[in-house]
């Protein structure tokens, strides 16, 4: 085969793919590399034409960080710096399916129980395709996924990968001692001319994320259905619940079934309680332990996510200012924004109570990643509460998430534990 047939075997490969929605099999990315080696070995000059081979073997935007095309729209990767809109994430164009009846609604149509051919589009489960709930059109997914942005915590703060296949694995480095090397075992020495390099092997893992299942619940009466005409306000519900659990997974997920929480992180430091500390307090020596525990790399983008039943006492926290001095106050507010040591402090119901474990967190949430599915779903029943005669409505969403760091940090000194994620012991 010449050159330009090799090119195109390549690209068939990629564009099934694409249009199967999945990743290519370990037999097709065999397949792939030796139609490459063949290009490569022929000895001529088609530079114009190269392939890159991120092109062919590494189709989704979760392997590579890059954007991946599919139905002609672009899925991207965000940095905790960018915006999280669903067109940011997903592109502006057609993505998945749009409503095309001018007549009604999605959720007139949804709600009314007959047959409508723009409801006969399903999401299925991979593994199961009797478990497959009606798509919701792209413009609702978008209406609610942004009403849940502007609630949320974590999500407009981190890492974002849309999902296209249900599991994205991402390279990372080991963390680390830096007391040894960095990285798990790069090192780096100064050579005379002519000197013998040192060899250095920085050790690499392997992170996963898995699009599990977020589904919300929605009970109403069949008469506030069909006397609902406003659908923006049950977009607003369903965003607005969405986001409040995603965050809740984000803060504090076990990580089984669901997103990896900050909390439980393995990279997490505890910082203890002060030596003769009262119950339910919070002393200046809690605070100053906790960004010195933080990653310094990760100042810059750190925010305090704290209980609000910890409010009373990080309003009246003072530094005292010289001998018999005025004091200074630790947490400061200005247009509507408090923050300590000139970093954020948002307040969150899903931290602890004051006094328990976690009920201050110091993070720098760019070293958080979340995956997300662009794809919402929703399943109705009339039958789970007949006798009533109410509607269930449920409202699916796929997505994961977890700390890039699979471990804390020792630095140089080597007894300093530090990491991008630092929460308060429990005063109780």
């Known amino acids: 085969m010449n050159i330009q047939e090799l090119l ?18 370990a037999s097709e990315r065999s397949i792939a590399n030796q139609y490459l080696a063949q290009i490569e070995a022929k ?38 710096i960018q915006t999280k809109k669903f067109a940011d994430l997903y592109g502006k164009g057609k993505n998945g399916y749009r409503w095309k009846d001018p007549e009604s609604n999605f959720y007139q149509a949804l709600f009314s129980g007959r047959f409508h051919p723009e409801l006969t589009k399903r999401a299925m489960n991979e593994g ?22 502007e609630s949320e915590i974590i999500l407009p703060r981190c890492q974002v990968h849309p999902m296209i296949s249900n599991t994205v694995r991402l390279p990372a480095m080991e963390i680390g001692d830096h007391s040894a090397n960095l990285f798990g075992g790069f090192t780096a020495t100064w050579k005379a001319e002519l000197g013998t390099l040192t060899q250095a092997n920085p050790k690499a893992r392997q992170m996963e ?38 965050d809740a997974a984000f803060i504090s997920g076990s990580g089984a079934g669901q997103p990896l929480g900050l909390v439980n992180s393995s990279c997490k430091v505890e910082v203890a309680k002060e030596t003769g500390q009262s119950n339910y307090t919070i002393v200046l020596e809690n605070l100053n332990k906790m960004l010195a525990s933080l990653y310094m790399g990760g100042f810059l983008n750190s925010v305090w996510i704290v209980s609000q039943t910890a409010l009373p006492q990080l ?11 005025s004091a200074s106050l630790v947490m400061t507010e200005q247009d509507g924004q408090y923050k300590i040591y000139g970093r954020p402090v948002v307040f969150s119901e899903h931290m602890e109570e ?23 779903r929703v399943d109705l029943s009339q039958h789970v ?12 969403s796929r997505l994961d998430g977890q700390s890039l760091w699979g471990e804390s940090l020792t630095l140089k000194d080597g007894s300093t534990e530090v990491s991008p994620i630092v929460t308060l012991g429990e005063r109780a």
């Open 8 to 25: 195109q075997k390549c690209k068939d490969i990629k564009n099934k793919c694409v249009a199967e929605n999945r990743n290519p099999t």
């Open 43 to 80: 000895e001529i000059d088609f530079e114009l034409n190269k392939p890159n081979r991120s092109d062919f073997l590494q189709f989704d935007s979760e392997l590579s960080g890059k954007s991946s095309a599919r139905d002609n729209n672009v899925y991207e990767a965000r940095s905790h």
């Open 128 to 149: 199961t395709p009797s478990d497959g709930g009606f798509l919701v059109p792209i413009e609702y997914s978008k209406d609610i996924h942004n009403v849940a942005l």
């Open 209 to 246: 994320l898995n699009a599990n299942k977020l589904t919300g619940f929605v009970r109403a009466s069949n008469e506030l259905i069909s006397d609902m005409t406003n659908t923006n306000k049950l977009t607003e519900i369903c965003g607005k619940g969405l986001g409040w659990y995603r």
């Open 315 to 325: 309003l009246t926290l003072a530094l005292s200012v010289g001998t018999g001095g």
């Open 354 to 376: 004051v006094g328990s474990a976690g009920d201050i967190m110091l993070t720098d949430l760019s070293q958080y990643i979340v995956g997300l599915k662009e794809e919402m």
């Open 385 to 396: 509460f007949f006798e009533t005669d109410e509607l269930a409505m449920r409202l699916i």
